[in-house]
């Protein structure tokens, strides 16, 4: 045996079990990564100039500016929020289920030494750092067509990161529960896809009658959406800031509890 071979074997024998799991999430993705190259990368880029062009020539044309930017610049931040969620919400639905129920990757892994617990630690820690990647990029992107006005810039892979994380453990607590499919149909529908248009993504939460407006902020989407604006553009005082930091990461911490102790019962009982 080599001295490399021993001083692998030895390092990995130290590392925490749960960086296994994370290591075969990037192992997997190695080999997946093409067919998702689009969806991450391009189709961002297009909605964004759908969007922030298209349909921003016209509102621009028709009612000036948005809270003081085109609306280019102000549907952009939001994209990423929403790039972030989308992301999280594909890989934390149907992968569970069939890791779980169909291909059964799941209940190979806990007959080695690694808990379900590193399952969960595994993956979300795996969806962070991949959507600060690609966060990072596309707040490249979103620079580069003058949507970002403030150093504080800097910080939107760490919400984008943060949003991925605070959708990836609740829904990881879901699917570890559900039986079939139909059930995240139903969620999409009812539930991300109304997150999408009605998050003051697209226009302000001030267009929205009064009496709706509570709902839109109770949205956990609507709190990524205005950090990644306060960070594009700088803007935003620490109090609302720290609100919306505390919501997505209690809602982190609260799924990712949940998802631990549901995975638990759904492999080991």
């Not at 621009?60 to 549907?75: D, K, P």
């Amino acid at each position: 045996m080599s001295i490399v071979t021993v001083t692998s074997s030895v390092s990995t024998r130290h590392r925490p079990a749960w960086f296994r799991a994370l290591t075969y999430e990037a192992a997997f993705y190695s080999k997946t990564w093409r067919a998702s190259v689009i969806s991450s990368f391009l189709f961002p880029i297009l909605y964004l100039s759908a969007m922030g062009i298209g349909v921003g020539h016209l509102v621009n044309a028709h009612t000036g500016l948005v809270e003081g930017h085109t609306y280019l610049h102000f549907v952009a931040p939001g994209l990423l929020a929403i790039t972030a969620m989308q992301l999280s919400v594909g890989e934390c639905m149907w992968p569970i289920l069939a890791a779980i129920k169909w291909v059964r990757t799941y209940h190979a892994a806990v007959a080695t030494p690694l808990e379900p617990g590193d399952l969960v630690t595994g993956k979300v820690s795996w969806l962070g750092a991949r959507l600060f990647v690609t966060t990072a990029v596309y707040a490249v992107i979103i620079a580069c067509f003058g949507a970002t006005s403030s150093w504080t810039a800097i910080f939107l892979p760490f919400i984008g990161a943060l949003i991925a994380v605070a959708f990836a453990a609740p829904l990881i607590a879901f699917s570890s529960r559900v039986e079939s499919d139909v059930t995240f149909t139903m969620l999409f529908r009812f539930v991300v896809v109304p997150m999408l248009l009605f998050s003051a993504t697209f226009y302000p939460v001030s267009q929205y009658p009064v009496g709706l407006r509570w709902i839109v902020q109770l949205m956990p989407l609507y709190h990524g959406v205005a950090l990644c604006r306060s960070a594009a553009f700088g803007t935003g005082s620490p109090g609302p800031l720290l609100a919306h930091v505390s919501v997505l990461v209690a809602m982190a911490i609260v799924g990712y509890v949940v998802a631990r102790r549901n995975l638990r019962r759904r492999l080991v009982s």
